[in-house]
């Protein structure tokens, strides 16, 4: 049974940073895209970025294009979410998924994680 499992969410002061983590089990991680997903309180969820599997190709929504970074390990089965100059409004629960297409769109991701929580404090 595939398990992701996010980690590294928490309270931050606007302007401040953050790295999430997201190690997968039973997944051959080098055969999948890897994207983060947020969704805020009384929100739709909505994309964030995403990496190809050998992490030659990313992907980012223009609301966090410059402040946050993808990146992957293979060797460590592992997705990271850098994000940096965070605001009041990525506050969200952020997910990771697993794709075998490279895709952004969410209903074309195989695999999600439980999620884990991001609180930008004004």
């Known amino acids: 049974q595939v398990h992701l499992v996010e980690s590294g969410g928490g309270l931050v002061q606007t302007g401040g940073s953050l790295r999430l983590s997201c190690a997968a089990s039973?997944?051959?991680?080098?055969?999948?895209?890897m994207g983060w997903f947020r969704q805020a309180p009384g929100k739709e969820r909505e994309f964030v970025a995403a990496?190809?599997?050998?992490?030659?190709?990313?992907y980012y929504a223009d609301s966090v294009k410059g402040r946050f970074a993808i990146s992957r390990d293979n060797a460590k089965n592992t997705v990271y979410l850098q994000m940096n100059s965070l605001k009041p409004e990525d506050t969200a629960v952020y997910y990771c998924?697993?794709?075998?297409?490279?895709?952004?769109?969410?209903?074309?991701?195989?695999?999600w994680g439980q999620g884990t929580q991001v609180t930008v404090s004004t």
């Open positions: 990496i190809r599997w050998n992490g030659g190709s990313s």
């Open positions: 998924a697993a794709a075998k297409l490279r895709t952004v769109n969410d209903t074309q991701y195989d695999y």
């Open positions: 039973e997944l051959t991680f080098s055969q999948y895209t």
